[in-house]
């Protein structure tokens, strides 16, 4: 069983930076594929983006976001830039032992708590 703990969340102005983190743990078997989604208020959970070996992006944040892992030290980042208000909510590291096509919540079988994200204009 995987855990996940997300860190880095706060409140910044737009266009600054953010970066989060997700240390997992509890898992010594084959790499898993690692994303961040994010969960504002009112709206569904979207993903963000998502690594195995290649990250890949949700069209909204190309560009100015940054998923990146550490193998060694089984944690993931996301470098935030350019942060708009429109990027405010709740952002929780996911993994999935198996796969990692699409965006669906449902196919990550591990979810840390989250870290909320505020951008203000």
């Known amino acids: 069983q995987v855990q996940l703990v997300e860190s880095g969340g706060g409140s910044v102005q737009a266009v600054g930076s953010l970066r989060l983190s997700c240390a997992a743990s509890?898992?010594?078997?084959?790499?898993?594929?690692m994303a961040w989604f994010r969960q504002a208020p009112g709206k569904e959970r979207e993903g963000v983006a998502r690594?195995?070996?290649?990250?890949y992006y949700t069209d909204s944040v190309k560009g100015r976001f940054t998923i990146s892992r550490d193998n060694a030290a089984n944690t993931v980042y996301l470098q935030m830039n350019s942060l708009k208000p429109e990027d405010t909510a709740m952002y929780y590291c996911?993994?999935?032992?198996?796969?990692?096509?699409?965006?669906?919540?449902?196919?990550?079988?591990?979810w840390g708590q989250g870290t909320q994200v505020t951008v203000s204009s």
């Open positions: 509890g898992y010594t078997g084959s790499r898993l594929c």
């Open positions: 996911a993994a999935r032992g198996r796969g990692c096509m699409g965006w669906a919540p449902q196919d990550y079988k591990s």
């Open positions: 690594i195995y070996s290649i990250p």
